[in-house]
């Protein structure tokens, strides 16, 4: 059975750091790319970051330069440093694993979710 686990979510003040981490089991996925969504009330899910198989990274503008998206193919764990943390990123943040080499902005490309992890900034 594949699972994807995140943890680190918490409550941190603004301009505060977090890091997510997703552990993935049940099979490896050293050949796919890894996505981190979020999810904020009444909103829809959409990107945040992506990495590719080969360590390239992608991320939506209101994320880059302050979050870091990182993989351990040994550990088969994805990680998701985030900083300067602002009230806007309040959300659930879900790992995804996609079939595919490189990652996309498109949540219904990705085959493999976890149950997420909640992040709140406060002001």
């Known amino acids: 059975q594949v699972q994807l686990v995140e943890s680190g979510g918490g409550l941190v003040q603004a301009g505060g750091s977090l890091r997510l981490s997703c552990a993935a089991s049940?099979?490896?996925?050293?050949?796919?790319?890894m996505g981190w969504f979020r999810q904020a009330p009444g909103k829809g899910r959409e990107f945040a970051a992506g990495?590719?198989?080969?360590?390239?990274?992608y991320y939506a503008d209101s994320v880059k330069g302050r979050f870091t998206i990182s993989r351990d193919n040994a550990k088969n764990t994805v990680g998701l440093q985030m900083s300067s943390l602002k009230p806007e990123d309040t959300a659930v943040y879900y790992c995804?694993?996609?079939?595919?080499?490189?990652?996309?902005?498109?949540?219904?490309?990705?085959?493999?979710w976890g149950q997420g992890t909640q992040v709140t900034v406060s002001s």
């Open positions: 995804a694993a996609s079939p595919m080499a490189i990652p996309t902005m498109r949540a219904y490309e990705y085959n493999y």
């Open positions: 990495i590719s198989w080969s360590g390239s990274t």
């Open positions: 049940g099979r490896t996925f050293s050949n796919n790319a």
